[in-house]
């Protein structure tokens, strides 16, 4: 299937909520859309399990009609993301995000055309003579509208899939409210075939009438209706009422999509994250705190742990900061309690608040229930923001409020709630030189340095690297089913040479290609390992040789500078980490770098 070109090219149409049902090759139970654009699509489904269907990077295929115009979209994509409940429960569905790859014929230009002159749909039920020549007027200009009288047609009409937002008029209350009761009944329990759009993606209910009964309030309350609207209502007031329900569905189906990829995305990166801890081993043995610089750093937790006391943890991306803060929280008195891991730079200002502090109901669109916030959720535990630098400075006041005094107030909230949560945040950046720029507060910063731990980077604990590696590889052998028999002396010479600006995570990646890339029973060699890397180890030992003429003696001596000075750089001009890296007396190698004349003068 090709695309076939547009002599005249059209304006790109944004993203569409569209509840239309699709079919698919391979095939997935249940498969609805839930938002169409041009580019791509926006799946749910029920599969009847997490292996079933489509996996991210395979391509499918999928046939879906468009609503109203009934045409037939035929188009090949690639899943490009893909999210499964981490349990089956009854309302629990199948996230998908595919990019259209080619259309059938000119398919395309249909979608294309369809997008550009959509307008939202809008179900007008009930509604009498007197009324209908006001509302074409008031919003016609702006949407489509179906008018209907009989109960029986709004479930048809809701079937299309299109339908945005329903305004049912109550000149007959009887009638309206058990019409809008069924409704928020059958929205409650997503659809009874449960083949339907998920309860959160259903049109929004607004009620025009001339009084407002009780019944109608608790309605309100309970959530089951938008808006209620009281005659005589000016044109506009009545526009911009249906608008604001048709688009807080567009906005609700975006944010739905976003989170969802979000989560999925936050539990890709926490799996890939470096190794976990076994329940009630020694920290001290476990992979990549065996170095005596990592020795040293778990001094200082044992030191800290049992404390309430807040802990900062510094060091380069990659180097384990959760890792150590699992450890914290391990070896403290809160072991038993929640431990809860958020990443500060993954989300927006509010919605990162919304997610700390919690938010009531209609706090902002989509806050359509309470929530109560990490700090809430981690009460007597545990929380770790991670990159805490990347917060603004809004968001650090409510975070000092929190540690000074351990109150939380939800957004939107009046309630105060006091948590007794232990925090620990890391950084990537020295966040005293951030409150120096003026991005981060000093006063927050100062109650977070109470202890601060640096991580050192993987390039200043090479005694970690080899363990690290063939932990990795052990793991990478189980979790993808592999045979790698182990490292051959040449990619252990590499690994230890190398200078990993990613650290302990780019180690990970490092390795679990060279797993995927071995046969069974094989050796990790060099041909397995990045080529990227290997050019890198090359190119330094390059630098290293030394050419030209002279006596042997004279060689010698310049190939010992380029050594020492090799090693001063690999470890931050620290003379002693150098000496330990190069297995020398620190005083002898002091020696020698004055001789060489490799420190900087003093002014």
């Known amino acids: ?36 654009s041009e580019t791509g699509i926006g799946l749910i489904a029920t ?139 059958r929205r409650a329990e997503s659809d009874p075939s449960g083949a339907g759009p998920a309860s959160d993606l259903a049109p929004r209910i607004l009620y025009c009438a001339p009084a407002v009964p009780s019944r109608l309030v608790e309605l309100f309350n309970q959530g089951k209706i938008f808006r209620a609207l009281v005659p005589p209502i000016e044109p506009v007031a009545l526009r ?26 936050l539990l890709r990166e926490r799996a890939r994250e470096a190794p976990r801890l076994s329940p009630g081993a020694d920290v001290a043995n476990e992979p990549g705190f065996r170095s005596p610089v990592m020795r040293q750093v778990l001094e200082l937790v044992r030191v800290a742990a049992p404390h309430r006391v807040a802990v900062l943890l510094q060091g380069e991306t990659g180097t384990g900061k959760e890792v150590l803060a699992r450890v914290i929280h391990r070896l403290s008195g809160r072991s038993s309690l929640p431990l809860v891991v958020q990443d500060c730079g993954a989300l927006t200002e509010t919605l990162l608040a919304s997610e700390l502090f ?42 000092l409020r929190v540690l000074e005094s351990g109150d939380v107030r939800p957004v939107g909230g009046t309630q105060i709630r006091r948590v007794d949560v232990r925090i620990i945040a890391a950084s990537n950046r020295d966040l005293a030189e951030e409150v120096r720029a003026g991005r981060f507060r000093s006063d927050l910063f100062y109650r977070l340095n109470s202890f601060t731990i640096d991580l050192p980077p993987l390039r200043e604990r090479p005694e970690d690297i080899l363990d690290l590696a063939r932990y990795f590889l052990g793991h990478f052998n189980r979790t993808l089913r592999r045979s790698a028999s182990g490292l051959s002396a040449e990619a252990e010479q590499i690994l230890v040479s190398a200078r990993w600006p990613g650290n302990v995570r780019e180690l990970r990646n490092c390795i679990e290609r060279a797993v995927l890339l071995s046969g069974d029973e094989e050796l990790v ?15 330094s030992r390059r630098q290293v040789r030394v050419n030209g003429s002279g006596s042997l003696r004279e060689r010698l001596e310049q190939m010992e500078k380029e050594i020492i000075r090799e090693a001063l750089e690999r470890h931050g001009g620290v003379v002693r980490r150098a000496a330990a890296a190069l297995e020398m007396d620190p005083v002898t190698l002091g020696r020698r770098v004055r001789r060489h004349g490799l420190l900087p003068r003093e002014p």
């Open 1 to 36: 299937m090709t695309l076939p070109p547009d002599s005249s090219p059209l304006p790109r149409s944004e993203r569409k909520p569209l509840y239309v049902q699709v079919v698919t090759q391979p095939a997935l139970n249940g498969c609805w859309a839930v938002n169409i």
């Open 47 to 185: 599969p009847s399990g997490p292996a079933e269907g489509p996996r991210e990077g395979e391509e499918l295929e999928m046939a879906f009609t468009l609503p109203d115009s009934r045409a037939r979209i035929r188009v090949r994509g690639m899943v490009r993301w893909r999210h499964d409940p981490a349990e089956r429960d009854e309302g629990a569905v199948t996230a998908l995000g595919v990019s259209f790859h080619a259309f059938e014929n000119s398919d395309g230009v249909t979608l294309k055309r369809y997008l550009l002159d959509h307008k939202l749909y809008v179900a007008v039920v009930y509604a009498e003579e007197s009324e209908l020549r006001g509302l074409r007027e008031a919003l016609e200009s702006h949407v489509r509208l179906r008018f209907v009288q009989a109960s029986e047609d709004v479930d048809s009409l809701l079937g299309r899939g299109d339908i945005s937002a329903l305004l049912v008029c109550g000149r007959n209350e009887a009638r309206a409210i058990a019409l809008v009761e069924r409704l928020a009944a």
């Open 240 to 265: 911009q009422a249906v608008l604001q329900a048709s688009r807080e569905l567009g906005l609700r189906t975006e944010q739905r999509r976003a989170a969802l990829e979000l989560e999925r995305n």
């Open 358 to 399: 919690g938010h009531v109901k209609g706090a902002f669109t989509g806050a359509v229930a309470d929530h109560p916030g990490l700090f809430v959720l981690a009460d007597g535990g545990t929380i770790f923001l991670d990159e805490i630098e990347n917060t603004t400075p809004n968001l650090q006041s409510k975070l």
């Open 525 to 539: 060699t060099r041909r397995h390992l990045p080529p990227a890397l290997v050019s890198s180890v090359e190119g």
